[in-house]
């Protein structure tokens, strides 16, 4: 199995940075695509930043000031958030797809993060 630990949300003012991270552990032989998605009270969970190899996605809300990264020898995912806005309210989640050491593939979630960013 694979298990997510995620850490680093918080509440900040408008205009403030956080930095989440999502650790992946367990029975991990590759991991394909990592990243995070958010969901707000009353809305579906969206796809926030992904990174797979060398490229990445995002949002067209967090363009510019998100910034996904990864650490393949950490096996960890981190999502940078600058000039957060109350909109970016919400529970984080990291996501972690692969292949197990059994050559099973895989995708797990972490137990969310929550951010609240006050105006």
């Known amino acids: 199995q694979v298990q997510l630990v995620e850490s680093g949300g918080g509440s900040v003012q408008a205009g403030g940075s956080l930095r989440l991270s999502c650790a992946a552990s367990?029975?991990?032989?590759?991991?394909?695509?990592m990243g995070w998605y958010r969901q707000a009270p009353g809305k579906q969970r969206e796809l926030v930043a992904a990174?797979?190899?060398?490229?990445?996605n995002y949002a067209d809300a967090v363009k510019g000031r998100f910034t996904i990264s990864r650490d393949n020898a950490k096996n960890t995912v981190y999502l940078q958030m600058n000039n957060l806005e109350p909109e970016d309210t919400a529970t984080y989640y990291c996501?972690?797809?692969?292949?197990?050491?059994?050559?099973?593939?895989?995708?797990?979630w972490g137990q969310g993060t929550q951010v609240t960013v006050s105006s």
């Open positions: 990174i797979r190899g060398g490229s990445t």
């Open positions: 996501n972690v797809g692969g292949t197990g050491r059994t050559w099973q593939p895989y995708s797990v």
């Open positions: 367990g029975s991990i032989f590759s991991i394909n695509a």
